[in-house]
């Protein structure tokens, strides 16, 4: 589906997008295919070409942020260190953008990396070489994300039952705030408790709570979107009272959250998109403010609902009634802000 860019000269930054090559891996995947891995098979090349036509389809993207997504990993390394391998294979791609060969556009201006953070103290030596790595590393995500069904995320995701809860994790975790680093968290709804206990345990330590924190639509959870709103909602609005915590307001067109349920690709346009995430988009905004909440494309895996244009587009629909100041933080200036890449901006 094509449709006129709105808005075509707002800047944005886009906080979370991933880069990789799975087609190598597409063969070990186990059948039937959960709906993720159908998702991410739709977009099993995505590195800096796709990245550059997609940011280039009519919004005015001045930026982007890597999340880290277990690519290009250093096979011959130690384990702990091979997530170094992705900083620098991003670092290259900030590189080809920071050229200037494609204008004023700088894609991976900041770079969210892996280190794994149950190594304790220890983690401190994996974010140092991440640091040596690029000087675009601005922190890590270390994901979270479990649940009791199994048939919930399938088989790439193995995160431990309270992972941040975990006094190991947690010396690991402390390991961030010495380096002034930022931390994504990703987890499913029915967790959130764990993610506003880390919160409140390390109230200094600025944390991004991903894919407004990712309401489930799936395997036994398909269907129950509306009678788990009000536990989403309460879960939101107590993590919104940290202040260290912002938000991602996207991931909602992820196969975990079912909006829409038939990717991928279904054509939706933004119009109805818009529909679908506005309640949670309004939640998370009014919790948050709009100081601490980002728009965010989650490409490519948010592929399984729109094109890159039409996704932009759901979000500009779903910011029209706020000032402009607002939709300045909300699409580029907040993301600027705790990444630290404000120079996109100057």
């Known amino acids: 589906m094509t449709e006129s860019i709105l808005e075509p000269d707002l800047p944005i930054i886009d906080p979370h997008h991933h880069l990789w090559d799975l087609r190598?891996?597409?063969?070990?995947?186990?059948?039937?295919?959960?709906?993720?891995?159908?998702?991410?098979?739709?977009?099993?090349?995505?590195?800096?070409?796709?990245?550059?036509?997609?940011?280039?389809?009519?919004?005015?993207?001045?930026?982007?942020?890597?999340?880290?997504?277990?690519?290009?990993?250093?096979?011959?390394?130690?384990?702990?260190?091979?997530?170094?391998?992705?900083?620098?294979?991003?670092?290259?791609?900030?590189a080809q953008g920071a050229s200037g060969l494609y204008g004023d556009y700088r894609p991976c201006a900041a770079i969210v990396g892996h280190a794994d953070l149950t190594r304790g103290a220890a983690a401190g030596e994996v974010l140092d070489a991440l640091r040596t790595a690029s000087d675009r590393f601005a922190g890590i995500r270390h994901s979270a994300a479990w649940d009791t069904d199994p048939e919930v995320l399938g088989p790439p995701f193995h995160a431990p039952q309270g992972l941040y809860r975990d006094a190991t994790f947690?010396?690991?975790?402390?390991?961030?705030?010495?380096?002034?680093?930022?931390?994504?968290?990703?987890?499913?709804?029915?967790?959130?408790?764990?993610?506003?206990?880390?919160?409140?345990?390390?109230?200094?330590?600025?944390?991004?709570?991903?894919?407004?924190?990712?309401?489930?639509?799936?395997?036994?959870?398909?269907?129950?979107?509306?009678?788990?709103?009000?536990?989403?909602?309460?879960s939101i609005r107590a993590?919104?009272?940290?202040?260290?915590?912002?938000?991602?307001?996207?991931?909602?067109?992820?196969?975990?959250?079912?909006?829409?349920?038939?990717?991928?690709?279904?054509?939706?346009?933004?119009?109805?998109?818009?529909?679908?995430?506005?309640?949670?988009?309004?939640?998370?905004?009014?919790?948050?403010?709009?100081?601490?909440?980002?728009?965010?494309?989650?490409?490519?895996?948010d592929r399984w609902g729109a094109s890159y244009a039409v996704l932009w587009n759901a979000f500009k629909r779903l910011a029209a009634g706020y000032s402009d100041d607002e939709k300045a933080a909300l699409f580029a200036g907040n993301a600027a802000r705790f990444y630290r890449i404000e120079h996109l901006l100057a």
């Not at 200094?204 to 398909?222: F, K």
């Open 170 to 234: 947690r010396e690991g975790f402390a390991e961030l705030g010495t380096r002034d680093l930022t931390f994504d968290a990703w987890l499913l709804e029915p967790q959130l408790g764990d993610v506003l206990d880390l919160a409140q345990a390390f109230p200094d330590q600025p944390i991004c709570l991903d894919h407004c924190g990712t309401p489930l639509n799936i395997a036994s959870y398909h269907g129950t979107l509306d009678e788990n709103f009000e536990r989403w909602r309460k």
């Open 239 to 301: 993590l919104g009272e940290c202040e260290n915590v912002s938000v991602k307001l996207g991931g909602l067109a992820m196969a975990f959250c079912g909006m829409p349920e038939e990717g991928p690709a279904k054509g939706c346009g933004s119009e109805e998109l818009a529909a679908q995430w506005k309640p949670y988009v309004e939640t998370c905004i009014e919790a948050f403010g709009s100081t601490r909440a980002m728009f965010e494309s989650n490409y490519p895996v």
């Open 24 to 94: 190598p891996l597409l063969p070990s995947f186990p059948e039937p295919r959960h709906d993720f891995l159908e998702a991410i098979a739709g977009a099993a090349y995505y590195t800096f070409d796709e990245l550059l036509a997609d940011t280039r389809s009519g919004h005015n993207v001045v930026g982007t942020v890597f999340m880290e997504c277990s690519a290009f990993y250093h096979a011959g390394a130690e384990e702990h260190l091979k997530p170094v391998g992705e900083v620098e294979f991003v670092n290259g791609v900030a």
